[in-house]
């Protein structure tokens, strides 16, 4: 099986090499500013308050949206949190995961909708996501680390690009499954497009959406260990730290830090779009 051997290997690292990097590294310097100043900002503003408060409002919206179950659980994950003196770690993972789930949001939701009104786009679109979800994380590292060099930055690439299709393919879904007597009600009341699409479709596909938007969040957490190895702060380095000098107690310790944080964040953001979707059926 030896006759011939594809040179992928030697035309991508021409192609890296002799040309994306030369030609388009003040692009991917300009795509870095941005978005490290986006991520020092969210930083910023979360450390500047104390954690007290913080902590208090984390409290207060969870009863608001959730019920006093998730108000306890969230006081005793953010008493934990203060506890293990992980507080301002988790603050920092906070931070990436709002960072990529609000640039998922932004390119998931438009991209989902064209998607579903156009069915070329979606054909195109489709392998694209097929591809996105089934390549192995640690993959998206490798670009990340080459075009974005280490921290924050790359982590947020990387952590888009994996937590990005939830968002894309769930409002495509979402508008998909808006009834089709509803459509043509509106068409027959003289609704445009972009009535029809913003005041009828979007409406309706609120709840699909809502489930994507959580979903990318849940992603974008998740990859909080593995961006950890490219340099992104937070608990995924306390993990790593734990990992590579075999500290089981300080693996464990930034392990059940993660696992507090993505049960708030899941709980509250679901429980927050089933309220917006109640309210508005009323």
Do not use: H
Not at 146 to 168: C, D, E, K, S
Not at 215 to 239: D, F, R, W, Y
């Amino acid at each position: 099986m030896n006759y011939f051997k594809f040179p992928l290997e030697d035309w991508t690292n021409r192609f890296v090499d002799g040309w994306l990097i030369p030609n388009m590294g003040g692009f991917f310097d300009g795509i870095s500013e941005v978005l490290r100043w986006f991520i020092d900002v969210v930083t910023n503003g979360l450390s500047a308050v104390p954690a007290e408060i913080l902590a208090l409002l984390l409290i207060i919206l969870a009863w608001k949206v959730g019920g006093k179950g998730l108000a306890l659980f969230t006081f005793i994950g953010c008493v934990y949190l203060g506890a293990v003196d992980i507080w301002e770690a988790a603050m920092q993972t906070v931070a990436i995961v709002i960072v990529s789930t609000v640039i998922s949001i932004m390119f998931g939701i438009p991209v989902g909708i064209l998607s579903a009104l156009n069915k070329t786009v979606d054909k195109m679109v489709r392998p694209i996501l097929d591809f996105m979800q089934t390549l192995p994380s640690f993959v998206y590292l490798i670009p990340a680390i080459l075009l974005f060099g280490l921290g924050g930055v790359p982590a947020v690439i990387a952590t888009f690009v994996f937590a990005t299709p939830p968002a894309v393919r769930m409002t495509n879904l979402g508008i998909k499954q808006v009834p089709s007597d509803v459509i043509e009600a509106s068409r027959a009341f003289g609704s445009t497009p972009w009535q029809l699409l913003f005041k009828v479709q979007f409406p309706l596909a609120m709840p699909t959406v809502m489930a994507g938007i959580n979903q990318t969040m849940m992603l974008a957490l998740s990859m909080a260990v593995i961006a950890s190895m490219i340099g992104a702060p937070g608990l995924g380095s306390t993990v790593l730290s734990g990992i590579s000098t075999v500290n089981v107690g300080l693996g464990l310790t930034g392990g059940l830090g993660i696992v507090v944080l993505a049960i708030m964040l899941d709980r509250i953001t679901q429980n927050l779009g089933d309220k917006n979707i109640k309210t508005k059926g009323r």
